[in-house]
């Protein structure tokens, strides 16, 4: 007895307890936090077969039977509900034509044809789910946070105004003045082209929402002096000023030698 006892007292024996009740925690929480954004994407079964039939026919060309990714297409296992309502929703997938980057076009299926595509791919693995519609609410939004957290992690590819700009290779940052709060969240989880992912580790809900109403205000937003120019400026409007005062001259000019001959 006495021997039992020493050895619950042996401190080391005490760490290595707490060593594997915290893994356990870990492991757990992991394992519910990876499956749970699966299962709030999930549809009804009917949704997912009829999934299934449309990936088969659509899609499985580029990304395989199974989805498993082909030399034409990546994996989809494991890409979430988000991904997919992102790329089909705006006309990105299916491709058009190969290139650089997937192009907003008008979508190819219509919601509920969307809504199964969605479900069934995210049945296969956990992943990004789509936003309910407490996520998406950014009413109670800080603007002014929502701008400063758009210009350190949006503003470099996006530009401040959110117009979009040009990257490497033929890729390019969309303009953001036709994008829906839907839209703007799924992009921020599900990281498509070029864009880097922003989970809600990484960026708290509470702070995609403050971006999303900045990008509500810059949509909103009235051009009392005319013409916006993309709200690019100073430059750019000395540039466009010059231009048409150059312009004007030049008519002018020309005007003038004809009235005089």
């Known amino acids: 007895m006495k021997f039992l006892s020493a050895r619950r007292r042996n401190p080391f024996v005490a760490v290595l307890l707490l060593v594997a009740a915290l893994g356990t925690v870990g492991i757990t929480y992991s394992t519910v936090s990876n499956i749970q954004p699966a299962q709030a ?6 949704q997912v077969e009829e999934g299934k039939k449309l990936y088969l026919e659509g899609c499985s060309s580029c990304h395989a039977l199974n989805a498993q990714g082909t030399t034409n297409g990546p994996t989809l296992l494991g890409v979430g509900a988000a991904s997919v309502h992102f790329q089909v929703a705006t006309g990105r997938m299916p491709l058009a034509a190969p290139g650089a980057q997937a192009t907003a076009k008008e979508p190819s299926y219509d919601p509920e044809q969307i809504a199964a595509l969605t479900a069934y791919i995210a049945s296969l693995a956990p992943g990004p789910a789509m936003p309910t519609a407490e996520d998406l609410d950014y009413s109670d939004a800080d603007v002014a946070e929502g701008g ?3 210009r350190i992690n949006c503003a470099q590819c996006h530009q401040a105004a959110g117009q979009g700009g040009a990257l490497t290779q033929g890729k390019y940052a969309p303009s953001l ?6 839209e703007i969240y799924e992009a921020m989880v599900s990281g498509p082209q070029s864009m880097p992912k922003f989970s809600n580790e990484t ?7 403050a971006v999303t109403a900045y990008i509500m205000a810059l949509q909103e937003a009235p051009s009392p002096g005319g013409l916006s120019l993309g709200r690019l400026g100073p430059v750019v409007e000395g540039l466009f000023m010059w231009v048409a005062v150059f312009a004007a001259l030049i008519a002018a000019a020309v005007w003038i030698g004809i009235k005089a001959r």
């Open 203 to 209: 960026l708290p809900i509470e702070e995609k929402k």
């Open 148 to 150: 400063v957290l758009f």
């Open 41 to 46: 994407a999930l549809g009804t079964q009917t």
């Open 177 to 182: 003045m036709e994008a829906t709060p839907q």
